[in-house]
């Protein structure tokens, strides 16, 4: 097991810097070139609109996931809690952050434990997939698990974040058959995302030939973790070497199209950039099973939950009048409307 480290002190500034200062990624999404072929007369009552589907098994009122951000500090227990209750009166996902530090220190489990306040909803347990390396296994991803009675555990990769963090950790070698060892044992699903700089065709099919369920692409285009490191720099040199990556990564729109095209059939969460239910449904057309969101519910549930429940509904709203507009009924339906790009 890994030794007790700073890790509620650094989690405590990732909250801080994303709540004050501006990192997003030097690189656009690309949902931005995309448009739908507008239907001015789509023979649909809007009422009937529905963008329900499944996730994990359990029912969602719109493919939507909030998606990993935080816990290990006070601060982020109230997030968390803002973020659970929302999620649960909207019929939403919910992934929480790195639970690293609850494994390093007890008395931190419970900023991550809302399932009390999300009973039905699917729920996303976290850890870094590099801890792989330095001695945590199937035990440590139980632990997470059960922590918080998650659906499935994220395994998240943030190799950049790491080798440009003071006090990162570089070490991803061998982590492949690591991941795979989990996925084998674990009893319930593992998702692997990035952290905002995407995930390739090639590193999506080894991941998914290692039995991972879900892929949560994570591309470039919303927050980039080399700015927080920026921000987080203790020396001079440091802000510059992370201020390099400003642009680095694949946009969230090229790092989907490529993913589906490589595995056609594999359940793929799009995240990286997404600011509105337009957005959301961009992703839905080009293939994605899910959208995920962090920096807008972030700010919203440094709030209040009502905040948050308030973004919820209207990115679903906004959604659902795209659908209405392409003349989708369904999500379906959606997958097959026409777009064209700049």
């Known amino acids: ?59 969602l009122a719109a493919p939507l996931l909030i998606s990993s951000m935080t816990g290990g500090t006070d601060q982020a227990a109230s997030i968390n809690r803002a973020l659970a209750e929302a999620a649960q009166a909207s019929g939403v996902a919910m992934g929480l952050g790195s639970q690293r530090a609850a494994l390093e220190d007890r008395r931190w489990e419970a900023s991550f434990q809302v399932r009390r306040l999300a009973p039905s909803i699917p729920l996303l347990a976290n850890l870094g997939a590099v801890q792989l390396n330095h001695g945590y296994g199937l035990d440590e991803c139980r632990r997470a698990v059960e922590m918080v009675g998650a659906d499935a555990l994220v395994l998240h990769l943030n190799p950049l974040q790491e080798a440009v963090e003071p006090g990162g950790d570089g070490n991803f070698a061998g982590l492949l058959d690591k991941i795979g060892a989990v996925c084998r044992g674990l009893g319930v699903p593992v998702i692997v995302k990035e952290v905002g700089w995407g995930i390739s065709a090639t590193t999506a099919r080894r991941l998914v030939e290692a039995g991972v369920s879900v892929i949560d692409l994570a591309g470039a285009g919303g927050t980039s973790w080399s700015q927080v490191a920026m921000h987080r720099a203790q020396t001079p040199e440091q802000a510059e070497l992370a201020a390099a990556f400003a642009d680095w990564g694949v946009p969230t729109v090229r ?17 990286g950039g997404l600011r509105s239910g337009v957005d959301l449904a961009k992703c839905i057309a080009l293939g994605a099973d899910v959208g995920a969101m962090a920096g807008p519910f972030l700010k919203a549930a440094a709030d209040s939950a009502a905040a948050v429940q308030a973004l919820i509904a209207l990115t679903i709203q906004q959604l659902r009048v795209a659908m209405f507009a392409t003349g989708s009924p369904d999500l379906a339906a959606l997958r097959q409307a026409e777009m064209w790009s700049d």
């Not at 649909?44 to 996730?55: E, G, M, Y």
């Not at 993913?259 to 056609?264: D, G």
């Open 1 to 59: 097991m890994a030794e007790v480290t700073d890790t509620p002190s650094r989690k405590a500034d990732h909250i801080r810097i994303n709540l004050e200062q501006d990192v997003r990624s030097g690189l656009a999404s690309g949902f931005a070139r995309l448009h739908f072929v507008h239907q001015a007369l789509p023979e649909l009552d809007l009422r009937q609109v529905t963008a329900a589907t499944t996730f994990l098994g359990k029912p």
């Open 255 to 271: 790092a989907l199209q490529a993913v589906r095209r490589e595995l056609p059939h594999a359940p793929l969460i799009a995240s």
